[in-house]
C-alpha cells in the first residue's frame, strides 16, 4: 500500500523560505518517478513540480520556476521540496505523488500546510 507522509510546511514571511519533505513507503521509491502538486483554499489542485525516478531530470510549473527546487534521496525514500522567495499566492496544502507530470489524487497522504502571509 503507497503510504506518502507530507512535512515541512509552516507560516512564513513573503520573501521566506520552506523546506517540504516526503516520506514514502509501501512501493519501491527508487524507481518511481514522483511529483508535488498543491491545492489553494478554494481552487483546484495544481500541479507544481516532478522529478524523475534517478533524479536526473526535473519539470517546474512556470509559476514556481527559479524559485522552487526538486530533489530527492532514494536511499531514504524521501522526496523533497525546497522554496525560496515565497508569495502569498503559494498559500496552500501541499501534497506528493507516485506521478510525473500530472495530478494523481488516488494515493495522496494528508499534506503539508503552507502559509505565506505577513
Known amino acids: 500500500e503507497v503510504q506518502l507522509v507530507e512535512s515541512g510546511g509552516g507560516l512564513v514571511q513573503p520573501g521566506g523560505s520552506l523546506r517540504l519533505s516526503c516520506a514514502a513507503s509501501?512501493?519501491?521509491?527508487?524507481?518511481?518517478?514522483m511529483s508535488w502538486v498543491r491545492q489553494a483554499p478554494g481552487k483546484g489542485p495544481e500541479w507544481v513540480s516532478g522529478i524523475s525516478s534517478d533524479g536526473g531530470n526535473t519539470f517546474y510549473a512556470d509559476f514556481v520556476k527559479g524559485r522552487f527546487t526538486i530533489s530527492r534521496d532514494n536511499a531514504k525514500n524521501t522526496l523533497y521540496l525546497e522554496m525560496k522567495r515565497l508569495k502569498p499566492e503559494d498559500t496552500a496544502v501541499y501534497y506528493c505523488?507516485?506521478?510525473?507530470?500530472?495530478?494523481?489524487?488516488?494515493?495522496w497522504g494528508p499534506g503539508t500546510r503552507v502559509t505565506v502571509s505577513s
Open positions: 509501501g512501493f519501491t521509491f527508487g524507481i518511481s518517478d
Open positions: 505523488q507516485v506521478e510525473l507530470l500530472s495530478i494523481r489524487p488516488l494515493d
